[in-house]
């Protein structure tokens, strides 16, 4: 059998499963550490409350290995592959080393769908790439569901200090269901528009929309002109109307746009586009300035469900 992109050659994508903190820090630190000592560049995003546990283990190191806050670099998971591939190209010609962390116990449902799609599509942004990739786990506070799909995101496992191939991993073109199905049924209380050639209705609902749910006025204008982007698509490339639904809570609006356009760029909006590049403009875009972007797409059309938060800070990025 054909070895897959993520095991193959000079690329690793590990999953980590850890229960204690001593046992992370000791094991990210030694990971990182042995990349130091051997004059690899090294980075490490993890939430917040990790990073120290990481610095101290790894002592005098720690001034050689960049880090960052997972909960600012990927709140949003489409964000994290453009920052390691920013990090990959800068040391061009280099063995990299990245931990990166995306899966924490507090997130949301819809973020955890995106943070495991993220996880098995590492496998196809790095393909090739001179470059180890090493996920922690915390199997002490992450729901058994979450375990189950970090085995079939990552072909390498590492675990209880014993390491091996994953006999679940679905390979570099497989995704979990948690992240593969249809995009679970919208509530309700749903505003329904259908457009066909006038956004200027569209731009007015989602601006009303994210008016009346309480959005700044900076963040309103983001969400109309991501809705706006992906509204344009459907005109430009669909002979038939498209669907806009709009819902909010007291947490976050949502805006769906649904078309009968099929996307089959696995990657798209989560690697920035070369200036020249046909395509992929607006979906980066469209990631770059919600909070949340989930995208399915498959012979019945595309359906692109945008979330901001209402009172969010702006992340770092």
């Given at each position: 059998?054909?070895e897959?992109?993520?095991?193959a050659?000079?690329?690793?994508h590990?999953?980590?499963?850890?229960?204690?903190?001593?046992?992370?820090?000791?094991?990210v630190?030694?990971?990182?550490?042995?990349?130091?000592?051997?004059?690899?560049?090294?980075?490490?995003?993890?939430?917040?409350?990790?990073?120290?546990?990481?610095?101290?283990?790894?002592?005098?190191?720690?001034?050689?290995?960049?880090?960052?806050?997972?909960?600012?670099?990927?709140?949003?998971?489409?964000?994290?592959?453009?920052?390691?591939?920013?990090?990959?190209?800068?040391h061009?010609?280099?063995?990299?080393?990245?931990?990166?962390?995306?899966i924490?116990?507090s997130?949301?449902p819809a973020?955890?769908?995106?943070?495991t799609?993220?996880?098995?599509?590492?496998?196809?942004?790095?393909?090739?790439?001179?470059?180890?990739?090493?996920?922690p786990?915390?199997?002490?506070?992450?729901?058994?569901?979450?375990?189950t799909?970090?085995?079939?995101t990552?072909?390498?496992?590492?675990?209880?200090?014993?390491?091996?191939?994953?006999?679940?991993?679905?390979?570099?073109?497989?995704l979990?269901?948690?992240?593969?199905?249809?995009?679970?049924a919208?509530?309700?209380?749903?505003?329904?528009?259908?457009?066909?050639?006038?956004?200027?209705?569209?731009?007015?609902?989602?601006?009303?929309?994210?008016?009346?749910?309480?959005?700044?006025?900076?963040?309103?204008?983001?969400?109309?002109l991501?809705?706006?982007?992906?509204?344009?698509?459907?005109?430009?490339?669909?002979?038939?109307?498209?669907?806009l639904a709009?819902?909010?809570?007291?947490?976050?609006?949502?805006?769906?746009?649904?078309?009968?356009?099929v996307?089959?760029?696995?990657l798209?909006?989560?690697?920035r586009?070369?200036p020249d590049?046909?395509?992929?403009h607006?979906?980066?875009?469209?990631?770059?300035?919600?909070?949340?972007?989930?995208l399915r797409?498959?012979?019945s059309?595309?359906?692109?469900?945008?979330?901001?938060?209402?009172?969010?800070?702006r992340?770092?990025?």
């Amino acid at each position: 059998m054909a070895e897959s992109p993520a095991t193959a050659g000079l690329f690793r994508h590990v999953g980590f499963f850890y229960r204690t903190a001593e046992e992370y820090a000791t094991t990210v630190a030694t990971f990182l550490g042995e990349g130091v000592a051997a004059g690899e560049p090294a980075f490490a995003a993890v939430p917040a409350g990790q990073l120290s546990l990481v610095a101290d283990a790894l002592g005098g190191d720690a001034r050689r290995v960049e880090f960052a806050d997972m909960t600012e670099m990927g709140r949003n998971p489409a964000w994290i592959i453009p920052r390691v591939q920013a990090f990959v190209d800068l040391h061009a010609g280099q063995h990299v080393r990245y931990v990166g962390e995306p899966i924490w116990a507090s997130r949301g449902p819809a973020e955890l769908r995106e943070a495991t799609r993220h996880e098995a599509l590492i496998n196809l942004a790095f393909a090739g790439a001179d470059a180890e990739v090493l996920c922690p786990y915390d199997t002490t506070r992450l729901g058994q569901a979450v375990i189950t799909d970090a085995r079939r995101t990552h072909p390498l496992l590492l675990s209880d200090g014993g390491a091996g191939r994953s006999a679940e991993y679905a390979g570099p073109f497989g995704l979990p269901s948690s992240c593969g199905a249809p995009l679970p049924a919208r509530p309700d209380a749903v505003m329904i528009h259908t457009y066909r050639n006038d956004l200027s209705r569209v731009r007015a609902l989602v601006l009303n929309g994210a008016r009346a749910a309480g959005l700044p006025d900076e963040r309103a204008n983001d969400l109309v002109l991501a809705v706006s982007e992906v509204a344009a698509n459907t005109l430009r490339h669909t002979p038939s109307s498209g669907t806009l639904a709009i819902w909010h809570d007291p947490h976050e609006i949502v805006c769906e746009v649904h078309d009968a356009g099929v996307i089959t760029d696995p990657l798209v909006g989560r690697r920035r586009p070369a200036p020249d590049a046909l395509g992929g403009h607006g979906l980066w875009l469209v990631h770059q300035v919600c909070d949340l972007v989930e995208l399915r797409s498959d012979d019945s059309g595309t359906t692109v469900r945008m979330h901001m938060a209402i009172r969010a800070p702006r992340p770092l990025r």
